[in-house]
């Protein structure tokens, strides 16, 4: 497989991630659509890393810190996610509209 | 067509479907082994790129443990029995064009430029003691700033999802 | 011992102090006290016996190297380190000393005392910083102690709030701090604080003027927030929600005066930026003035003091941009002592008579509190600038540098800050002292044992005997920053004296005599204009909401006009929820997450596209 392949496959795999984050109701769903975009950028460091950089460390450290910063994120939105839950009863992203007022 | 071909045409296809069934389902358990699965396409082909070290993170971190709380907050949360609510049809249009737009836009990106490759590094290169030499040399600044990110998610979670003790 | 083992003694006592406190004495506080009085203690020693060893050479720890930058950790040892740190050491001291007194009665006491020991960690680290990154992070820290302090007693609405304005309005100035700091990183590649003031290869050398104009108006920014500059001096006022050692240590003798500090400790890059100074000199000036104007109405003894702090750190920037890093230090070390002098006193007549009012104290008997009386006067005197007290003398610096560098205006305005000074100083003093008239306070107004218990009574005569003296230091300042003063004869002097003294009379006029009601009574629109702070507070309010508004109303028009019908679900929801900002938006946060994306992407596809 060559670079463009790889991105490609990497802008697809965004897009997709993105369709979910916009149109999914369950809060939940979003944010497996945020986890699919941060893999989208994995994969672009990774393709890159491979075919266009010198030292091949500096993207796997790239991804590596992504997973890092993923795992921090998952961990505040889920407990985001479980308080509005006991709060609402609800973790409908349409039933929430809190920034009107 | 040569087994690594058909390797890394079954990625491909699992990070690719695994997708499209994350984005596309509307139960949430579908939306989660999807992601799942697309988690493990990706790993495969970190595999295929060269590095084998990432892509076992990849099954450890992300599959093993955000899939795996993903899957615990959805047990909390969501009464399994209840059918998930349909969507609006504008909102799914208008979230189709906008990524649509986006899909797009990347390949006409990727159309217009010529990427500059080089030859692949030697084996040594991509040992994994590289790696934690960059992390801890190079690197090391944004080493102990996701180390701090890390610490603060831990106390940011732990102080939004405790339960108030005192009645409201 | 050497100089190593005493800057981590000095540094780190406080450090020990605070998290054994914190850590094991929550059910003893009266150990706690002793732990960390005996921190405090240490760190004074070592930071006495610093200074009497005199400049020594930086100490550097590499932290970490990241890229081609080195991060160290260390300590800066020249004069004005030194300086300052003894005094940061001792008003502590002094401070903690007084709370024994002042807390006795406090539930949550070891907390209180860790609070003080883990300010003292912070404030000491920020004065020996060697590297710019360092003192930021100490500075953030000393900013972090203040929020809890004022915030101590936080079942208070009032003390939670101002604690939180405090944090947020220093956040301001921090942010503008923090990018001038990683300014500094990008031209000079490190963030050593000798090698960035070294007259032959740091920074000056280095940076095109305006560069360095951009730089050093980021810090001052910073500045600005921390020592409650205009505009953003509103959270001093509030902050007096803390316990009064509180704010006598942090709003008025070291933190505040860290802003201060940076400038002096930064002075090289600001003696070289021209145009920096000129903008330093006219926000101090309308500082000074505006502060000075506050302080002259106001009935709360804690707010009178809070302007006045507000007001004399103008003068030491005004000192400072004027080009006379001797006058502005000067006056920072005088302000300190006689500022935390003015603040314990005050406490004392708080505590003993259960209020804020100036009134109220005077006609409860104020004045029969001697010793406070005393302290009162001495503090009071050094502020307005009595001869021969402290701050008669290092006011009396500042104008000499006004004089030669700041332009007549300047001069004038600073005289005119002088006079109000004056003026709303001996207010306070009469108010207290003279009252028009004594009503014996019942019984239950009175505290268990002795108005003025010895914890409470030392460390006002110390900050006395320091208030009364520090004027006569002029020549060892100047030696330790190495800069050469001239002595001022009797003539020039004369003018500083006259401008005092009509202070005083005016004061004696209104408030010594008669119905006390100050001259400001005939002009009610200044009055009013005076005891509302300018209406600064309300005019901040009603911008931030108008500026809410508009973007507010933006957003609606792109939504109505965008969508047109397509998200009637919605639509129709935003347009029947009601009334004002409620109907201009949706709060669907997809729906502007969705906005974004298509921006964007239709930019992507544009550019894509070969556009």
Redesign the interface.
Known sequence: ?T??M????S????????????????L??????V??MM?AA??NF??F??????????G??F???I??????????F??????L??QRHT????S?????? | MTVELIV?SLF?VL??AG??M???SRQ?LY??I??GI??FG?AG??L????P??AA??LL??IG??VV??V???M???PMAID??A?SLP??I???I???L??AG??GL?NNTT????P??GDE??AVS??G???LEH?NL??EA?SV??L???I???L??R?DRTPA | MDTTTLILATTFAPFAGFVIAILFLHRSPQLAQVVVTTSAAVALGGAVQLWLNGPAEPLRYLWFTSGAIDLYFGFLLDGLNLMFGVAVALITLCVIVYSIGYMADDPSKTRYFALLAFFEWAMLSFVYAVDLLQSFIFWELVGLASFFLIGFWYQKPSAAEAARKAFLMTRIGDVGLLIGVLLVMMTAGHFDIPGLLDPDVGLVTRLAPATLTAITLLIFVGIVGKSAQFPLHTWLPDAMEGPTPVSALLHSATMVAAGVFLMARLYPLFLAAETTRSVILVVATITALLAATMAMVDRDIKKVLAYSSISQLGFMLMALAAGSLFAGVFHLITHALFKALLFLCSGLFIHHFATNDLEQIGRSGGRGMRLTTIGLLIGGGALAGVPPLSGFFSKEEIFAALGHGGGSAFTIAAFAAAFLTAYYTFRMIFLVTVPDRIEPHTADDHHEGSAEPWTMALPVVVLSLGAALAGGWGDKIAAALGVEISHHSIGDMLPAIGVVAAGVVLAWLDFGRGDRAGFLTRIPALQSLFSNGWHIDEIYRAVFVRITGWVATLLHGMEVKGLDGGFDRFGVGILG?GSGS?RV??????F???CA?VVVGAIAFYVGMGG
């Open positions: 497989m670079l463009e790889y991105l490609l496959l802008a697809v795999l965004f897009s997709l991630g993105l369709f979910a984050a916009l149109s999914q109701r369950n939940i769903a979003v944010l497996i659509g986890e699919l893999n994995s994969l990774m393709a890393n491979r075919f266009s950089v010198t030292d091949p460390a500096t796997q450290v991804v590596l810190i997973i890092g910063l993923a795992a921090a994120e998952v961990a505040i889920l407990s985001i996610i479980l308080n839950y006991r973790i409908d992203a349409e929430i509209t809190e920034l009107r007022r | 890394v491909v990070a690719v997708g499209v994350a984005a596309r949430i939306n989660i999807g992601l697309s988690l990706i082909l970190f295929q790129l060269g590095s070290f990432v993170m990849q971190i992300y443990g955000i709380a993903i615990f907050a959805m909390l949360s969501m998930p609510p969507r909102k799914t208008f979230a189709a906008g990524s649509g986006f899909l990347l390949v990727l990427f500059e490759t080089r692949t590094a290169a991509w590289r790696i030499n960059a992390l690197y944004v080493f996701l990110v890390l603060l998610a831990i940011g979670a732990i939004i999802a339960r | 929820a409620r938006q949706s709060g669907w946060v997809q502007y997450g969705g994306v």
